[in-house]
Structures are given as C-alpha cells and as structure tokens.
C-alpha cells in the first residue's frame, strides 16, 4: 500500500506540471495576440495639428494587396476653426490632390457633410514572391486647398488589414502639401502561421522518409499501410500550402523552402517503397 501513494503522488505532480505549462504558453501566445492587436490598430498621426484653421484627413487602410501592389483606403475629412461653417461642414468648396493610382483630385462641395471617398495607393520596392518575409513601402501625398490656398493638414492613418502591419518610416513638407513613406510587413500572426506550415510540412516529409526507410530496411514488402499514407500525405500537402494567409504565387519562398522539397522527398519515398516492396515480393513467391 506505500508503494502506491508515492506513485499517485508522482502522476498528480505530472499533471499539474503539464496544465502550468499548458496555461503558460497559453498566456504567452494570447499576449503576443494583445500586443499585436494594439500595433495594428494603432493610429498614426501626422502633420500641422496646432493650427487652429486646418484640415483633418482620416485615413482607414482597408487591405493591403501585395498581388495587386496596392493599398485600398477610405478617406474621410473634418474641416476645423475657420474652414467649417456652424453645422461643421466645409466653409467653402475644399480640393484634395493625392497621389492615388488614378490621380485622384476630391472634391467637397461647401455646406455639404463631406462624403467618404475611395482611394489606391500603389506599393513598392517589395515583391510578393518573398512570402512570408515580403516587405514593401508605400508613399503617400496629400495636399488641400481653398480658394486656390493651401491648407494646413492633419492627417490620421489607421490600419484595418490583420494581414499587414503599417509603420511611418519617413515625412516631408513641400509647398503645404504633406508627403510620407509608409512599411507594410507581414503581420504577426501571418507570418507566424506560414512559418508553422513550412516546418509542418518538413516534419510530414520526414515522417514519410521514416516510414519508407522501416519499410525498405526491413524488407517487409509491399507495405500498404506506410503506402497509403505517403499517399496521402503527397495530395494533402497541396491544400496545407494553399490555406497559408494571402494566397503567395506559386515559387514563393514557401515553395522552395518546404513546399517543393516535401513533395520531392514524399514522392521519392513512396516510389522507392513501391519498387523494393515488390522485388522483396517478387523473392518470396519465387523462393
């Protein structure tokens, strides 16, 4: 009966080490989530902000298309001091010159409530082929006048796509219009679930080498059980690699780095088990 309570003891201790654990990476992952989340909210503001008599421009960056090479934004204004009559409206007719795709000009009427307009913004100086270490800039130029004056600017930018993250990286000022350079990288959590795939995938490579290795050195045959299931890995792999977040182009990095060389290696394995096994075969209905 002693024997048997130190033994319990021992079990109860495993398992509240392994639910600790469990609760701490828990913790740990939901924390890179929390600080993640607060980045990529995370409002960037720029421009004259002391100027009582200026422009408000908001900027919501809806998605980052990195097959595109563009930027889909929301742009949204709030005239202030003297630009604005009583109801908060433009004072008198407001153009906004950007640096969209199409060279986009808006225009908000006075006495109107602005209205939310479109806007694309090219990128550059990245290519999506890198995925999931792809990176790119964008620029963005915004310049507002009133009766052919320039105004001041106030410009607020936040980001919507989970899949980037938006960093200000440098701001100019140039006759009163306002230009900045932007990076958008990969998320956290983006990056983070392409990686797992890519290691996945080697790690089912490697357990169809294992399972062709059993096979072939133990002359065991036509193994179906090992066959069947370097079978299946080789068509599962092609959905797994397509479920990585933002659809990269085929001879992507996550191609040549794990996709390409796990179905080379499953094929290889499958093909040689086949062949052994049925020379192993072959010898024992002959002998």
Do not use: C
């Not at 048997?4 to 990476?25: D, E, M, Q, Y």
């Not at 930027?71 to 009583?86: C, F, R, S």
């Not at 079978?231 to 479920?243: I, S, T, Y």
């Amino acid at each position: 009966m002693s024997t048997g309570l130190p033994s319990r003891r021992s079990s109860w201790l495993k398992a509240t080490a392994l639910a600790i654990f469990v609760l701490l990476l828990t913790a740990g992952s939901l924390s890179i989530y929390v600080v993640e989340r607060s980045e990529g909210q995370k409002e960037i503001t720029l421009g004259d902000q002391n100027s009582p008599d200026r422009l408000d421009v908001s900027v919501f960056v809806q998605k980052t298309d990195a097959i595109l090479q563009e930027i889909a934004a929301q742009v949204e204004i709030a005239p202030q001091g003297a630009l604005a009559d009583e109801n908060g409206t433009p004072r008198k007719d407001i153009t906004l010159y950007t640096n969209a795709i199409k060279g986009d000009v808006l225009s908000f009427k006075a006495g109107k409530n602005p209205s939310v307009s479109d806007l694309r913004v090219a990128l550059n100086s990245g290519v999506i082929t890198d995925y999931p270490f792809d990176s790119y800039k964008v620029d963005f130029g915004f310049g507002a006048e009133v009766d052919g004056q320039a105004v001041p600017l106030n410009i607020s930018i936040v980001n919507a796509d989970s899949f980037f993250r938006l960093e200000l990286a440098e701001e100019t000022t140039e006759g009163g219009a306002l230009f900045f350079t932007a990076s958008a990288d990969r998320s956290t959590g983006t990056f983070a679930f392409a990686l797992f795939i890519m290691v996945f995938m080697w790690f089912l490579s490697l357990a169809a080498v294992i399972a062709a290795w059993y096979a072939v050195k133990g002359r065991h045959g036509l193994l179906w059980p090992s066959m069947s299931f370097m079978g299946a890995l080789l068509f599962a792999l092609v959905p797994l690699r397509n479920a990585v977040p933002g659809t990269p182009p085929v001879g992507s990095v996550v191609d040549f780095g794990s996709f390409f060389i796990a179905e080379a290696l499953i094929s290889m394995s499958l093909i040689t088990t086949v062949v052994v096994g049925y020379k192993v075969e072959r010898t024992k209905a002959v002998a």
